[in-house]
């Protein structure tokens, strides 16, 4: 047996939107896949890998995990960065699921078993309307979803994050925000009219839907820490199982006095990609979910360290799970959200059906849960053939503005 990698490809795709794609061969024909997709700047990490990751791979030992995260992490010298850590990230994916393959057993059997039956996972409400978001409350649940993200377009504002122009009501694949029409699209923010809006939303969507089923809500880095603590404040009677990027998380520290004010559960850190990142959010506790993904956090290797490390801090897991991580880093990251003590929750946006086409996966959701399956390795295929009818085509993340032009966070 030769577990010596003989081929390292990368692959690029968009059946609806862009994936990247790292698909590892080693001599014996056994096939491992990563997930590489950095949205909006996609192509930074393809070349990041084909020019200078790939000899590297060539003849090295696909079992050996650690010592190839350690080496590619060290060897790159400069440090950190979401290009970096998310080329790192597809080649250990791909790693843990040769080695898995060759095992015969899942993923998630080889990160120490399960600590759980299932992963819970919430999903995303948006409308142009209260009346608009809540019917996608109502079709969410009938979907058997138990968590909920809401978002709305705030009046008087010229678009609400987290709803898609033109967008049709309770429309499950309402928000892709990456879009290929033209340059960055640019949408209006008014951070007052929104934080006296959101609490008067959450008032309607708990007396419409009552006490149960778990509420969460993302600001998106668009506030200042003196704001986003008048929204956790506000927020505190609707109960919200968490309130993401309240505030740009370019200084942690900000977070203190947000947590000053509030009580309502802060989750952060979709940005982030280093355990050393969320050194003083976690071991200061100033957020309660990490959100990082395993996609753009170096992989499962090293998102497993910043969620044991999160741990020891009673800090827990909130995986990114939106359309633009591909269904490879969605299958990694539910191998480890199932393995994990401290899990917490995992986003699930759902991929359009085309994404489907390419990936073959095996991991499914009933009744809240999502499971990542029993096939070995990771439980997902590309399909090459399905590939080629979906080529690459550029696409930009929106930008937003202030009233008077001032460039705002998006
Ligand atoms: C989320 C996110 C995303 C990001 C997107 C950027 O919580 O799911 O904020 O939707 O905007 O991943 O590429
Ligand atoms: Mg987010």
Redesign the pocket.
């Known amino acids: 047996m030769s577990t010596r990698i003989r081929s390292f490809e990368v692959l690029v795709s968009a059946p609806s939107r862009n994936f990247v794609t790292v698909r590892i061969t080693t001599d014996d024909g056994v096939v491992g896949l990563g997930d590489a997709t950095l ?1 909006g700047r996609e192509l930074a990490v393809v070349a990041y890998l084909r020019e200078h990751v790939a000899a590297l791979m060539i003849g090295r030992d696909a079992l050996r995990i650690e010592d190839t995260w350690q080496f590619l992490y060290r060897s790159a010298y400069w440090r950190r960065g979401p290009v970096t850590m998310s080329a790192i990230a597809a080649v250990d994916m791909a790693l843990w699921d040769i080695t898995g393959r060759i095992a015969g057993m899942p993923v998630y059997q080889l990160l120490g078993g399960a600590s759980r039956d299932g992963v819970l996972c919430y999903a995303h409400a948006a409308g142009n309307d209260l009346d608009a978001l809540a019917e996608a409350v109502r079709q969410r649940q009938q979907e058997g979803f138990r968590a909920i993200r809401l978002q709305v377009a705030v009046p008087g504002m010229a678009a609400g994050y987290g709803v898609q122009k033109g967008a049709r009501r309770g429309e499950r694949y309402a928000y892709e ?1 990456a879009t290929r029409a033209g340059l960055s699209v640019e949408q209006g923010w008014d951070a007052r009219a929104y934080l006296s809006y959101l609490p008067h939303v959450f008032e309607q969507m708990r007396g419409e839907f009552g006490a149960g089923p778990m509420f969460l809500h ?1 600001a ?1 880095h668009r506030l200042t820490p003196i704001q986003a603590a008048r929204l956790g404040a506000s927020l505190e009677p609707y109960d919200l199982f968490w309130l ?1 990027d309240v505030t740009p998380v370019d200084n942690p520290e900000a977070l203190r006095l947000v947590r000053e004010h509030t009580t309502t559960p802060l989750a952060i850190g ?1 940005v982030l990609n280093t355990v050393w990142d969320f050194r003083t959010l976690v071991q200061e506790q100033l957020i309660d979910y990490v959100r990082a993904s395993v996609t753009h956090a170096g992989g499962i290797t090293h998102l497993k360290r910043i969620f044991e490390f999160a741990a020891m801090y009673q800090v827990k897991s909130g995986s ?1 799970g ?1 359309t ?1 991580i591909s269904p490879v880093g969605m299958a990694a990251a539910l191998h480890l959200d199932l393995a994990i003590h401290n899990f917490g929750m995992q ?1 699930y ?1 759902q991929h359009d059906p085309r994404v489907g086409e390419v990936f073959r996966t095996s991991y499914t959701f009933d009744d809240g849960m999502l499971h990542p399956g029993d096939a070995p390795g990771l439980g997902v295929d590309y399909d090459d053939e399905a590939a080629a009818g979906f080529p690459y085509a550029p696409a930009y ?1 929106p930008a937003a503005r202030l009233a008077d032009g001032t460039a705002h966070e998006w």
């Open positions: 949205n925000p993302d998106h993401e979709e990114h939106p633009d986003e946006m993340l």
